[in-house]
């Protein structure tokens, strides 16, 4: 099994910017998409970008040129670059590991904690 642990959230201003980190244990890490998705109170998972073992990578409309993914296989770990942050970014962020090259969350079947990313306005 995949265990993931997210770091890195806080509260920042409007225009800022946030790295999260994903660390992940088990020897599986470099075989799989890791994704990231958010959540703000009220609305429905959406999904922000994924990033395949090669470094091959997807980002969804609302945060393309704005948020980068990456990730080193070396460490286990992955990474969301978040800048120019939006007041509409407000949500709980959660890392995912997936098999499948997918912006579905039902084909994530590791998920993190979450971490709490709040901008101010």
């Known amino acids: 099994q995949v265990q993931l642990v997210e770091a890195g959230g806080g509260l920042v201003q409007a225009g800022g910017s946030l790295r999260l980190s994903c660390a992940a244990s088990g020897r599986t890490f470099g075989s799989l998409v890791m994704g990231w998705f958010r959540q703000a109170p009220g609305k429905e998972r959406e999904f922000v970008a994924r990033i395949k073992w090669n470094g091959v990578t997807y980002h969804s409309d609302s945060v393309k040129g704005r948020f980068t993914i990456s990730r080193d296989n070396a460490k286990s770990t992955a990474y969301l670059q978040m800048n120019s942050l939006k007041s509409e970014d407000t949500a709980v962020y959660y890392c995912?590991?997936?098999?499948?090259?997918?912006?579905?969350?039902?084909?994530?079947?590791?998920w993190g904690q979450g971490t709490q990313v709040t901008v101010s306005s």
């Open positions: 995912a590991a997936s098999i499948s090259w997918s912006s579905a969350a039902g084909d994530y079947t590791y």
